[in-house]
DNA sequence: GGAGCTACGGTCCTACGTCA
DNA sequence: TGACGTAGGACCGTAGCTCC
């Protein structure tokens, strides 16, 4: 059973977002890539445990806070008064551990992403007494990209290779659980303990009026020329969209980087940039959103 | 209170897509 | 190919807000 799906982050999306709009140095572009490699890994391990959600109840992507602590956790999974966290890390490469530090393929220090599971690990085991649950954690480090290969790891760490996946999902799925009434009130608890992300640390600086301005392609992320009558199409990647998704889309973006800012037809317009006639962009609003005021001081809102 | 500004809506025309 | 429907563009009027 899965109670809780994975989106994109709302960091990701900003960087989505700003990534046309905005000149992204080398540190930046390295970072959204990160990010994005990170989601991909994170869904490919969902499609591999998509068969044990029948005997397992799941929640993906969840962000909970503890004594002013926040961490996040790629995936659960709870059955038989046990639950599972997953960590998992897209890493391509050969990645060596000398003196407990781990070291990238061009030889760059990173997390050591046990010490995050550990810490996830102790959190979590600490929540569940708090709330009265008795379930056993057992957290899992998951690389899941199969070009990944780790030198000089110690054996006996609760780590998963690439060429170990396939067998450990099979593992998972022989044992004999089932979901529990008190594991489905666990993952409720869990479920309603959620938060939003809080804080974006790596978001490079922007301002509305430096931005790019435009609609770029949600596949390629390059900005579309003008509409042809009722929908856009991206010469780069062929993606084809109806003006009313895009606009919408756009909306979204533009709320997601200035939630103070108020949604009016004419910066939206000017945020789309592409649009001849204000009106393409009222209509939309109109559609979708709820007005408030008139005028100069009239707004929209969902 | 009036001028100026901004936003919305009405109307008309044109362009484009669909369908018989 | 022409009729029809829909969307976009231009122009203008109206309404509401701000500032003097």
């Known amino acids: ?113 046990l010490l995050q599971v550990q810490r996830t690990d102790a959190l979590l085991t600490q929540l569940l007494r708090e709330k009265g649950f008795r379930h056993t954690v057992e957290s899992h480090l998951i690389f899941i990209n199969p070009e990944f290969h780790l030198y000089d790891i110690p054996s006996g760490l609760p780590i998963v290779y690439p060429a170990q996946l396939n067998r450990f999902i099979e593992m998972l799925n022989t044992e004999p659980v089932k979901i529990t009434p008190s594991d489905m009130k666990l993952a409720q608890s869990l479920l309603s303990l959620h938060i939003n992300e809080s804080t974006y640390s790596n978001l490079p600086n922007y301002d509305y009026h430096t931005l790019q301005k435009g609609i770029a392609c949600p596949g390629c992320l390059k900005f579309y020329s003008p509409p042809i009558y009722t929908s856009f199409y991206c010469e780069s990647c062929q993606l084809q969209e109806s003006t009313e998704q895009a606009v919408l889309r756009s909306m979204e973006e533009f709320q997601l980087l200035f939630p103070s800012e108020k949604l009016t037809t004419n910066r939206l317009f000017d945020w789309c940039g592409v649009f001849k006639d204000k009106r393409t962009i009222r209509k939309v609003l109109q559609g979708n959103c709820q007005q408030q005021g008139h005028g100069v001081s009239s707004y929209f809102f969902r």
């Open 1 to 113: 059973m899965l109670i809780k799906d994975r989106e994109p982050s709302q960091e990701l999306m900003m960087l989505r977002g700003l990534k046309p709009r905005l000149h992204f140095n080398n540190e930046e572009k390295n970072y959204l890539d990160y990010k994005e490699k990170g989601f991909q890994g994170e869904l490919a391990f969902d499609k591999l445990t998509e068969p044990l959600r029948e005997k397992m109840v799941f929640l993906n992507d969840v962000t909970l806070k503890q004594n002013n602590n926040e961490y996040q956790i790629d995936s659960m999974a709870i059955a038989s008064n046990k639950l599972h966290t997953f960590e998992v890390k897209n890493y391509e490469g050969d990645y060596i551990v000398k003196d407990n530090k781990w070291f990238s393929p061009n030889n760059n220090i990173v997390k050591n992403p």
